[in-house]
């Protein structure tokens, strides 16, 4: 990987039960950018994340992810550098809301005082000590964005982030991408509708498994 860019792929190609998800894709990031990837479902959009954040094997091409070769090295040190929003929250029910961020914080030697911070940015302030089993799925996301805040990831990578989502937190998030996009994080997001946020951005757009058009 050069050093202007914290992400590049060369014909990566992911495969999964003999059907390749990922069948040739190309593609560098440069830091303080947004990207979007779009397309129909199964496009390999979700895949092309996970395979960033080093969740997916990388069956043939090569890529590096912040330093880290996908087909040789340690996938594992990718986690102190790469920030994954998915479908599933991986948060703990019976912890409250504050409970869970800082059981995270430590596991990873992150400041426990941007907690607070955090919580009050995504509107959670105020469920601070409420049980995550009794957030929406709406809440779980909003909690999801807090991690991200108290993690700092130098690459942020989104799966649908607009899901469950209201209005009010719609907007939040466009204002997230513009801040942490202007401290020079790298943003990664699928999204089957045009993403809300003014910030600039390259435009991914995948069928089959291949980027067929960047804009």
Do not use: C
Not at 1 to 15: G, P, Q, S, W
Not at 52 to 61: E, I, M, V
Not at 77 to 85: A, E, F
Not at 147 to 153: A, F, H, K, T
Request: net charge neutral; aromatic share 4%.
């Amino acid at each position: 990987m050069t050093a202007k860019f914290v992400a590049e792929l060369e014909d990566a190609v992911v495969i999964a039960g003999g059907f390749p998800l990922l069948a040739g894709v190309t593609m560098r990031l440069e830091p303080g950018t947004l990207t979007v990837v779009v397309g129909a479902n199964g496009a390999g959009k979700t895949s092309l994340l996970r395979l960033l954040a080093g969740l997916d094997q990388l069956t043939s091409g090569t890529g590096v992810v912040a330093g880290v070769d996908l087909a040789r090295g340690d996938r594992r040190l990718l986690r102190r550098r790469v920030g994954w929003l998915g479908h599933e929250g991986s948060f703990y029910d019976d912890l409250s809301v504050e409970e869970n961020l800082h059981f995270a914080a430590r596991a990873l030697s992150r400041p426990i005082a941007d907690v607070a911070p955090a919580l009050e940015r995504v509107g959670l302030a105020q469920r601070a000590s409420a049980p995550a089993r009794r957030l929406s799925a709406g809440q779980r996301r909003r909690l999801a964005l807090a991690w991200l805040l108290v993690r700092r990831p130098e690459i942020w990578l989104l799966d649908e982030p607009y899901a469950s989502l209201d209005d009010a937190a719609r907007d939040l998030l466009d204002d997230l991408l513009v801040d942490v996009v202007g401290a020079g994080a790298t943003v990664v997001a699928s999204a089957h509708d045009p993403l809300r946020s003014e910030q600039p951005r390259v435009t991914l757009t995948l069928a089959g498994g291949r980027v067929v058009a960047t804009s």
